[in-house]
């Protein structure tokens, strides 16, 4: 079965700190993606990768960087958390732009 | 701006009933997916259906795709309780970028 983990399911930070989140995924897929998903925005698009070392901003990559070191782990990072960042951070991943997504089960990050 | 918006917003029915839910889009797309989330978990791919197609199914589900509308619909036949949470539909742009629309809350009665 093809998966995708991330690394903590709950997450309690303060303001001001950095925030790292870990997405692996074990089948070889070459993209992957981060989203953040608020009630009534929907799935919103911060970054997503199309290979190792590279990245695209998605529509809302300001307050975010990310790291793509190896194919298959894509890291997302609050320079400085802030509370407006409290969400659920949701990862994917595709094997080749335009396929079907495959999702982890999401992060909810709360920043106090 | 959100490009898909699914439509109704929330939806509720009796097991055994079939359940439609809309999504409209506002630019050119390469394909159109479906997926369903359940509560508080990631989403899970259903059904891809390609610009140049206009009905798919798979299972219970048949998705259809309507370009010159730009919309889509999925209809989801005799219903489970299991099939109780949030569905959404997610268009592709030529830029590769995927938007989401802000999904139907379905829950079936049993």
């Known amino acids: 079965d093809v998966k995708v983990t991330q690394s903590s399911r709950y997450l309690v930070k303060r303001t001001g700190e950095k925030v790292f989140l870990e997405c692996v995924q074990d089948?070889?897929?070459?993209?992957m993606f981060w989203y953040r998903q608020d009630p009534g925005l929907g799935l919103r698009l911060i970054y997503f990768?199309?290979?190792?070392?590279?990245?695209e901003k998605g529509d809302i990559p300001e307050g975010y960087s990310v790291s793509r070191e190896k194919k298959e782990r894509f890291s997302l990072i609050l320079e400085s958390a802030s509370t407006n960042q409290t969400s659920m951070y949701l990862c994917a991943s595709s094997f080749w732009q335009g396929d079907e997504q495959f999702f982890g089960p999401g992060t909810r990050l709360t920043v106090l | 701006s959100q490009q898909g918006e699914e439509d109704p917003q929330a939806l509720s029915i009796q097991e055994g009933e079939n359940a439609t839910m809309n999504c409209s889009y506002k630019t050119s797309i390469n394909n159109l997916q479906w997926y369903r989330q359940n509560s508080g978990r990631g989403l899970v791919h259903l059904i891809l259906i390609r610009s140049n197609e206009r009905e798919k199914h798979s299972g219970r589900l048949r998705v259809t795709l309507d370009t010159s509308k730009k919309s889509s619909s999925l209809l989801i036949t005799a219903s489970r309780a299991a099939d109780t949470a949030s569905y959404f539909c997610?268009?592709?742009?030529?830029?590769?970028?995927?938007?989401f629309g802000t999904g139907t809350r379905l829950k079936v009665l049993a």
């Open positions: 997610a268009t592709l742009r030529r830029t590769y970028k995927y938007i």
């Open positions: 089948m070889d897929h070459e993209n």
């Open positions: 990768s199309y290979d190792v070392k590279m990245k």
